[in-house]
């Protein structure tokens, strides 16, 4: 693993996901790899359990962490040839090389623009560091992509499953904001290369990119989808056609106990931050059905796992 950006970088899926979980028995078994070696995470948005758990992890593996709010600092520069006289005072060729004398690995959080669908779909940020920076990079989400999320959710998903191939929906649900489609995206490539059984349930206008979604069902009707479901993944996102925009705002999509009935004694999962109420009802929150804690304290071992191996190489 050269770096860590989406399941592309990873060979066997269900390796890295058993050395997670191995992590997660024995989080200090590794205590000595990461000796006198700093791990920088960049953070251009905010970040609650992405902060927190990589950060854990790094100290976990003995790592030195620095954690950085990349809109404190210089603003940056991406285009190249440009003029440099506006407030953007740093280009990114210096600050990725900058960043890489004093880390030995960087993470980094930049999320869409929601405007410009081209630059966000081609994470021009995330890639213009793994241009210049000279360490290994990890993405703490990106444009389009959560790769951390996605795989502390497969860790999850393995922890509980009763089946070998249990039936996965990822639903839509209802959100005041426009959100990125990064984590639907990512939690719909990583759930296909693990060969689950995936269906997506959504309003129409919310079609994800066929570029990760190739291989789910695609099911209109969400208590149609919902019924004998293993697990329930709720997620906002807005439109990727009529890019970053709000097509409907339909309430009745919000999970609630009802629908929960119709899956097979399913389990409820989010990535967090999630809107009570609105995502979901408060009481499938609360109930022994919801995973969402489970999947937050699986950051850990998600992050753990991939900054052992980037040491290991
Ligand atoms: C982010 C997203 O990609 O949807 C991060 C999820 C891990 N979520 C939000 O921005 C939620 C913000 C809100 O106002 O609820």
Known sequence: MKNFT???????????VKEGLALKKKPLAFKKIGKDKTLVLLFFNPSLRTRLSTQKAGMNLGMNVIVMNANQGWKFEFEDGVIMNTDKAEHIKEAAKVISQYADIIGIRTFPTLTDKERDYQDFILNKFIEHATVPMVSLESAILHPLQSLADMITIEEQKKTKKPKIVLTWAPHPKALPQAVANSFAEWTLASDYDLTITHPK??????????????????????????????????????Y????????????????????????????????????VAGKVLDSKASLVIEQANNRTYAAQVVLKRLLMK
């Open 244 to 279: 970053g925009q709000i097509e409907v705002e339909d309430a009745n999509w919000m999970v609630n106990s009802a629908k929960m009935k119709l899956t097979n004694n399913g389990k409820f999962m989010h990535c967090l931050p999630v809107r009570r109420n609105v995502v």
């Open 6 to 16: 989406s399941v592309k970088d990873v060979k066997n899926i269900k390796k890295l």
């Open 205 to 242: 206008g919310y079609e994800l990119s066929k570029k990760f979604t190739k291989g789910a069902t695609i099911e209109y009707n969400q208590q149609k989808a919902f019924e004998g479901a293993d697990f329930i993944y709720a997620k906002n996102w807005s439109s990727f056609k009529n």
